[in-house]
């Protein structure tokens, strides 16, 4: 076993190969990968196949003197599932938070794409009349729709009742992690952080919506070009409600959101219309998130529909930031409006 880097996000990952004969009813990590653990460590892991399937773990401090930790509590059943072969290579990369993106490569060295547990044969005629027993097999890859996790699994919080982990096992936290790999799919949630602009609520952000929007706040800012930025100046200035924000952001001139925490438990985040209609921001496929433990676990990766970023509870998870906190995201903009980078900066309240 070792422990490697993904060249994409930088997350920590470690390896295994699978022994039957060695291989108990726990799943020992690395001595080594105890420094990308998270203090406090949380009580439940997630580990989840490329292909969507999910399992819910326990980890676990395994008795001793040397600190070692187990995934517990669900090891035997994704051998099971996976109808794992010995020899096979199985690779686990986390998040930084609780998530483990888990592969399985076979004896051929290829990646696994779908459980063989969750192949659908398919009978295939010969001309030359040989046996029945010559069929192919298409794989059917089921992707499995999730809600995020709950916050409250850490040690050190006790807020909440057991009782919302039930069902879990059928759920993945939704964090849209690009792995190291070509193959690797990115995974989506129709749910939405909304964002709150201090004196107006956009929750629906629907086309209506911002054009009585836009009729309300078009004589707050001077008509012409966008990027000219003696009206960027202009508009900074008659923002009533940006400027005690402001002293947080890494240029002064760059856009900016508040993330309402209030609805921190939504998995994606939906950028607020108006601020990308004012400044005209537009956005490529993909785009870096830079949050305060980028030194520790690196930059992530997200993917935009629309106005929407996928997966960014990830952020807010991996932070433990609370609802008294305050979350800004600075939208670090190019000379044509184009973002390619969103600094997260997390104020403790």
Same mark, same amino acid.
């Given at each position: 076993m070792d422990k490697e880097y993904s060249s994409d996000d930088c997350l920590p990952k470690f390896f295994k190969v699978y022994l039957p004969d060695d291989s108990g009813a726990d799943l020992d990590?690395?001595?080594?990968?105890?420094?990308?653990?998270?203090?406090?460590?949380?009580?439940?892991?997630?580990?989840?196949?490329?292909?969507?399937k999910v399992w819910k773990l326990k980890l676990s401090k395994c008795s001793g003197d040397i600190e070692k930790y187990a995934m517990v509590d669900g090891w035997k059943r994704i051998v099971k599932d996976e109808d794992l072969k010995g020899g096979e290579f199985l690779t686990f990369e986390f998040d930084g938070s609780r998530l483990f993106n888990f592969?399985?490569?076979?004896?051929?060295?290829? =990646?696994?794409l779908a459980s063989s547990v969750r192949s659908k044969p398919a009978e295939? /005629?010969? $001309?030359?009349?040989? +046996?029945? !027993?010559? =069929?192919?097999?298409?794989?059917?890859?089921?992707?499995?729709?999730?809600?995020? /996790?709950? $916050?409250?699994?850490? +040690?050190? !919080?006790?807020?909440e009742d057991d009782d919302e982990d039930s069902g879990d096992e059928e759920k993945c936290s939704e964090d849209v992690i690009v792995l190291s790999d070509d193959d690797d799919?990115?995974?989506?949630?129709?749910?939405?952080?909304?964002?709150?602009?201090?004196?107006?609520?956009?929750d629906d952000y629907a086309d209506g919506d911002e054009e009585e929007e836009e009729e309300e706040d078009e004589d707050d800012y001077a008509d012409g070009d966008q990027d000219d930025e003696a009206e960027i100046k202009e508009k900074v200035s008659k923002k009533?409600?940006?400027?005690?924000?402001?002293?947080?952001?890494?240029?002064?001139?760059?856009?900016?959101?508040k993330v309402n925490l209030n609805r921190q438990r939504k998995i994606d985040l939906c950028m607020q219309a108006k601020v990308i209609r004012d400044y005209g921001l537009h956005f490529p496929e993909f785009i870096n998130l830079i949050d305060p433990l980028e030194k520790t676990f690196g930059k992530l990766r997200r993917k935009v529909e629309g106005h929407t970023i996928k997966g960014f509870q990830s952020v807010i998870r991996r932070n433990k930031v609370k609802s008294t906190d305050k979350m800004i995201c600075e939208l670090k903009t190019e000379m044509n409006g184009l973002v390619r980078e969103i600094k997260v900066h997390v104020i403790s309240g």
């Open positions: 990590i690395p001595i080594s990968f105890n420094s990308c653990l998270p203090k406090p460590l949380p009580k439940n892991v997630i580990v989840r196949s490329i292909y969507g592969c399985v490569y076979g004896h051929t060295t290829c =990646k696994r295939v /005629e010969s $001309d030359g009349g040989e +046996d029945e !027993d010559e =069929k192919s097999s298409v794989e059917i890859i089921a992707i499995d729709s999730d809600d995020d /996790e709950d $916050d409250d699994d850490y +040690d050190d !919080d006790g807020d799919q990115d995974r989506s949630s129709e749910d939405i952080i909304v964002l709150n602009d201090d004196d107006e609520e956009d009533s409600d940006g400027g005690d924000e402001r002293q947080y952001l890494d240029n002064y001139m760059n856009p900016f959101f």
